[in-house]
Nanobody, 134 residues
Framework: EVQLVESGGGSVQAGGSLTLSCSAS????????MGWYRQAPGNGCELVSS????????YYADTVKGRFTISQDNVKNTVYLRLNSLKPEDTALYYC???????????????????????????WGLGTQVTVSS
C-alpha cells in the first residue's frame, strides 16, 4: 500500500521560510517521480515542483522558480520542498504526490481543476497547509 506522510506546513510572515517533508512507502523509488501540488481557495491545482528519483532532475513552476528547492533522500524515501522568500500568494494547501515508475513524466501534468484528483493516476498525500501573512 502506497503511503505519503507530509509534515512541515505552518504560518509564517512574508519573506519567511518553511520546509515541507513527504515520507513515502509502498513503492519502488528508483524510477519514480515525486512532487508537490498546491491549491489555494478559488484557484486551480498547480504543480509547484517535481523530482525524478533516477537522475534527480527537477521541475519548478515559474511562480516559485528561484525561491523553492526540491530535494530527495533516497535512504529515507523522503522528498523535501524548501520554501524561501515566501509571499502571501504562496498561501495554499500543499499536497505531496507520487508517480511510481513515472520516469520523468510527472512534470508534464502541471495543473488540474482541483486536487487531489480521483483519476487513479498516482498517489496523493492528505495535504499540509502553508499560510503566509503580509
Amino acid at each position: 500500500e502506497v503511503q505519503l506522510v507530509e509534515s512541515g506546513g505552518g504560518s509564517v510572515q512574508a519573506g519567511g521560510s518553511l520546509t515541507l517533508s513527504c515520507s513515502a512507502s509502498g513503492f519502488t523509488f528508483d524510477d519514480s517521480d515525486m512532487g508537490w501540488y498546491r491549491q489555494a481557495p478559488g484557484n486551480g491545482c498547480e504543480l509547484v515542483s517535481s523530482i525524478t528519483f533516477s537522475d534527480a532532475s527537477t521541475y519548478y513552476a515559474d511562480t516559485v522558480k528561484g525561491r523553492f528547492t526540491i530535494s530527495q533522500d533516497n535512504v529515507k524515501n523522503t522528498v523535501y520542498l524548501r520554501l524561501n522568500s515566501l509571499k502571501p500568494e504562496d498561501t495554499a494547501l500543499y499536497y505531496c504526490f507520487a508517480l511510481p515508475h513515472g520516469g520523468g513524466l510527472l512534470k508534464n501534468f502541471r495543473s488540474y481543476t482541483s486536487c487531489p484528483t480521483q483519476s487513479g493516476f498516482g498517489y496523493w498525500g492528505l495535504g499540509t497547509q502553508v499560510t503566509v501573512s503580509s
